[in-house]
Each structure stands twice: as structure tokens, then as C-alpha cells.
């Protein structure tokens, strides 16, 4: 089939790459010049498979609920139709169904896992990763409170150990004991990686499979959904419908047996536009990079893989000789330079724990969208209208369940069995 991928960040590269190995003919659309340009750019980079399938994502945003004197956004200032989906997220974290959220998130992320190291052996692709995450407690209580999620992993075979504040500076030498530490988890088979590195090599591999790229184009429609034959999409600028372009031409309208929805932006409208309607927020999260200290005598100083502040929901990741912190969630979409007061809390967390450790100055600061759902899983598989598929709202955890996310969603549209069980992820778990 020829099939358009809608988005070409993580989500939209990785599905093309794993459509066009399964045979297909696929076309990426992306309204901006390149790759990884929104969402992708900069997010935590965790590979957090087994926090996320416990707690369901680091950053998820119920921090947009949380009182403004903890870091949130509180709920006088949301509106009804922002914080009313969040509520059913609350309600169903406490449902029976959180036990198989848990273990499809857990199947998924260690599908999604295996297949990102099956690649970068294949092509010895240069990868800026650090092994291990390491979760850090404050207090007894915010350790009481991950218990259930503690014994659920137990239960699962996953691999985690609860270190006091000396064991937790055994792992990371850098941390500093001015902050009052109590504990801290560590995961070492989740992991700190560079997504957007990931993206661009991925591209180069699809694009040697066929993959055609039309960057700078927005999709603005989309007919014959309903009809049964060739879907068609209406690209920015267009007027009329002509055939599909020849290559590096301007493409008005493309013509295509299938269609998969990966951008967090857009994706919500052209669904209603067809009649399908997501029970979705849009959210953005910030972060900043910053080159390490590196000279003599500081490098003990400075992070060696991933860490995750469990009170402010803000992680620390090693990317090569850089260091990224991210977190911080607010309503609606921001892109560009992200909001001061966001910045200073990351900044801050940063100089909790690791004090001096990086060139602060010469950070570049960042702040993009995400879609999530009301249950915090992704929507992979069919939207209910033919030829129409998603692999979307991911939520923070992208970068964990790209890989997998991209497999489960190319073995249905070719009618294949799906590695993962595909109800979970099923847009009908939500009607």
C-alpha cells in the first residue's frame, strides 16, 4: 500500500521506517524543514520503561492539577475542558484497568527496547547513551507512595533496588548532600539517551528504503475516507485536486490507501473533522541542555546517566558531554523560548543536586507539545474511520515507546499479528 505518515517526529520517523521494511510505499508529511522539530526536539531523553509502566510516565500532566505552591498549575486556573479529561485520568488510576495499563505499557516499552538496540547494533549507529535511571526520594512518604508500584515490578521480573542516600551516591558520585535525600530507586535497564540523534539517522536508513519526505507541507483535509477507495490528502496551498506530484515537485494533494496520524499538534482537528472525537489535551513540557564540566578534578562532579527528582517531576539526563533537564507542564501549545518561571525550577533542581556541574550559561533552552489521552496510554491501531490509523498521544513517553510503538502499529496495517496484545492501545478502550 502506499501510506502517509502525518508528523516526522519520533512517532511519524520510526513508523515510516518500520512500514517501509514491511514492503509499503510511504510518504512522510511534516509542516516543518526537517526532522524532530517540535515534540522530538529536546524532550528528557529517559528510556524509563519500567518507571513509566508503574507510574505511568515521568512529567505526566497532573502537574497541571497540582496547587500552584508545588510547581503546578492548580485548577482555578484551567479550564473546564482542560482539566475535565484529567479528572477521568485520576478515576481511572485507581480502576481495575491500571493493572493492565501497567503490564501493556511494561510489554511495550521493552518491545520498543529491544528493537532500538537490535538497530543500533545493525548499523553501529552512534547513540549518546547512559545506562541506569535513578529515582530520588526525599522523604519516607514520597517512598511510601510508590510501594504498590514497587511490589507490581517485583511481581513483573523487573529489575530495581532500593538504595539509602549512601548507596544512592555510590551509583552518582556528583550528588550533592545538601539536599535532604532519603532514598532513591534504581532502575538499571531503563537508560538516558538522545532521541533527536536517534531521528536523524533513523531517517537517513528509510529514506535508502524509499521513504519520500515533503517537508514544509501541512495537511489541511482529508476526503474520501468514507468512499472506500483512495484516501486523498489536501496539502497547504492547495485548490485543486490533481494527481499526486512527481518527485520534488509541489504536491497540492496526495493520493494514498492509508493514512497514520503521528503529530501531537493537528491531530485532534483533522479527527473531528471526520468525525472522531479524542478525549485528548495538548501540553507542553520545557527543558535545557548545557555542556558539562569536564576539566580536571570536576568530572566525579557531574551526572553519569538519568535521574529523576520524584517531588518535582524534573529529570537529569547525560547526553554525551552535555547534560538535559526537562520537565515542567503547562496547558496549550508553546514553542520557542519557554516560560522564565518553568525555567528557573529546572534550573534550580539542577543546582540542587548537582551544584557547578555544568556551563549553565551556555544552555539552549527549549519548550514543545505533547498529546495524552485521558489513561495516559497511546493510541496505536485503526481510529474507527477506514484507511485511517494512529500512533499518537504518547505523552512523555515518546522516546520509551517509539520503537515499539512503530512495530505494533506497521504489523496491523499489514495485517499481521501484532507483537504486543493491541487492545490497551485501542482507540475503542476510550468510547
Known amino acids: 500500500m502506499h501510506v502517509a505518515v502525518i508528523g516526522a517526529g519520533l512517532a511519524g520517523v520510526c513508523s515510516a521506517f ?3 521494511s514491511a514492503g509499503h510505499q510511504v510518504t512522510v508529511v511534516e509542516r516543518h524543514a526537517g526532522v524532530a522539530a517540535e515534540g522530538s526536539f529536546a524532550n528528557g531523553g529517559l528510556l524509563a520503561g519500567a518507571y513509566t509502566a508503574a507510574w505511568q510516565a515521568p512529567g505526566l500532566p497532573t502537574r497541571l492539577l497540582a496547587p500552584v505552591q508545588s510547581g503546578g498549575w492548580g485548577w482555578q486556573a484551567l479550564r473546564p475542558s482542560v482539566w475535565s479529561p484529567w479528572w477521568r485520568q485520576r478515576q481511572h488510576r485507581r480502576s481495575p484497568r491500571q493493572a493492565a495499563s501497567r503490564a501493556a505499557l511494561l510489554a511495550l516499552s521493552r518491545l520498543s527496547r529491544a528493537r532500538l538496540d537490535e538497530l543500533t547494533l545493525r548499523w553501529s549507529l552512534a547513540r549518546e ?18 510501594r ?3 511490589d507490581w515490578l517485583a511481581e513483573q521480573g523487573v529489575a530495581h533496588h532500593c538504595v539509602d542516600a549512601e548507596g544512592a551516591r555510590a551509583i552518582e558520585p556528583g550528588l550533592s548532600t545538601e539536599p535532604g535525600l532519603h532514598a532513591a530507586l534504581h532502575f538499571p535497564g531503563d537508560a538516558a539517551a538522545n532521541s533527536r540523534q536517534f531521528v536523524h539517522q533513523l531517517k537517513t536508513e528509510a529514506q535508502a528504503l524509499g521513504v519520500r519526505w515533503l517537508f514544509q507541507h501541512e495537511v489541511t483535509g482529508l476526503a474520501g475516507a468514507h468512499g472506500g477507495g483512495p484516501l486523498q490528502l489536501s496539502l497547504a496551498g492547495s485548490r485543486e485536486p490533481v494527481p499526486p506530484a512527481r518527485a520534488g515537485a509541489p504536491v497540492p494533494l496526495l493520493s494514498v490507501d492509508a493514512v497514520v496520524l503521528c503529530a501531537a499538534q493537528g491531530a485532534p482537528a ?12 495538548v501540553h507542553s513540557a520545557c527543558s535545557f541542555t548545557a555542556p558539562l564540566r569536564l576539566e580536571d578534578g570536576l ?9 529523576l527528582d520524584q517531588r518535582q517531576q524534573i529529570s537529569i539526563a547525560r547526553q554525551g558531554d552535555r547534560v538535559r533537564v526537562a520537565g515542567g507542564v503547562r496547558p496549550g501549545v508553546q514553542l520557542g523560548r519557554p516560560p522564565a518561571a518553568d525555567m528557573r525550577r529546572l534550573y534550580r533542581v539542577l543546582d540542587d543536586w548537582f551544584p557547578g556541574a555544568a556551563h549553565t550559561s551556555r544552555s539552549l533552552e527549549w519548550c514543545g507539545p505533547r498529546l495524552a489521552v485521558t489513561d495516559g496510554l497511546p493510541l496505536i491501531g485503526p481510529s474507527g474511520v477506514p484507511g485511517v490509523w494512529l500512533n499518537t498521544a504518547h505523552g512523555a513517553s515518546g522516546w520509551t515507546l517509539a520503537c515499539g510503538a512503530a512495530q505494533q502499529l506497521a504489523a496491523q496495517i499489514s495485517q499481521q499479528p501484532a507483537p504486543v496484545d ?3 492501545f485501542a482507540l475503542e478502550r476510550l468510547r
Not at 547513551?129 to 510508590?146: F, H, K
Not at 483533522?270 to 489535551?281: D, E, F, K, M, N
Not at 568530572?299 to 535521574?307: C, E, G, N, V
Open 18 to 20: 518500520e512500514l517501509a
Open 129 to 146: 547513551q547512559a545506562e541506569g535511571l535513578l529515582v530520588l526520594l526525599r522523604t519516607e512518604r514520597e517512598l511510601a507512595q510508590l
Open 148 to 150: 504498590a508500584g514497587l
Open 270 to 281: 483533522l479527527l473531528q473533522s471526520l468525525g472522531v472525537r479524542l478525549p485528548a489535551v
Open 299 to 307: 568530572l566525579d562532579l557531574t551526572p553519569r546517566a538519568a535521574i
Open 422 to 424: 493491541p487492545a490497551p
